[in-house]
């Protein structure tokens, strides 16, 4: 049993990489009332689609290279319209305080939040039935890893946008990008 769970999770990680790596949206969902095993990941973002599913268009703040938005200010909007993507299924679901703690520190790697931020605000949806729970199970760790220096960091969310997850994660590191 635990044998077959292990193959699922794995199963599950590996299509977020590959559909993530390869452009395509992720679908993160959980059944509601699941167990620390329910939840996963898997398809594009096309089997999400139609009446009900989370727009993303413009998700994110636009800049210009010159003048534009403020950076916190970007960060934050950016951070933001990752979270507005659980709102559906858990409105209470601590993302934008996770964000300020991020953020109202000045860090010299915060503005790689951004590019991270909007490739999840378009690359993953979230199911409206998934529990509040495993939104949590899903975010805290995302959260501490991002907060982090430490070289060892696991979250289900760094495959989707792996690209300037790592970025993010090197600059943490005080390693060259």
Known sequence: MRTTLLVAGLASLVALAGAGACGGGVVVDGPPGGDEWSGGAGGTASAASGPGAPSTTGAGPQTSGSGGVDP???????CGAFCALFDRACPTNGCRDAC???????????????????????????????????????????????????????????????????????????EAP
């Open 72 to 78: 916190v200010e970007a960060q934050t909007a950016s």
């Open 100 to 174: 300020a703690a991020l953020l109202t520190v000045p860090h010299p790697c915060n503005p790689l939040t951004t590019p991270y931020f909007d490739c999840m605000s378009t690359g993953i949806q979230i199911s409206s039935m998934t529990s509040c729970e495993q939104i949590a199970r899903w975010l805290d760790p995302l959260f501490e890893c991002l907060g982090s220096s430490e070289s060892a960091c696991d979250t289900s969310f760094k495959y989707a946008c792996l690209e300037p997850f790592e970025a993010h994660r090197a600059c943490q590191r005080g």
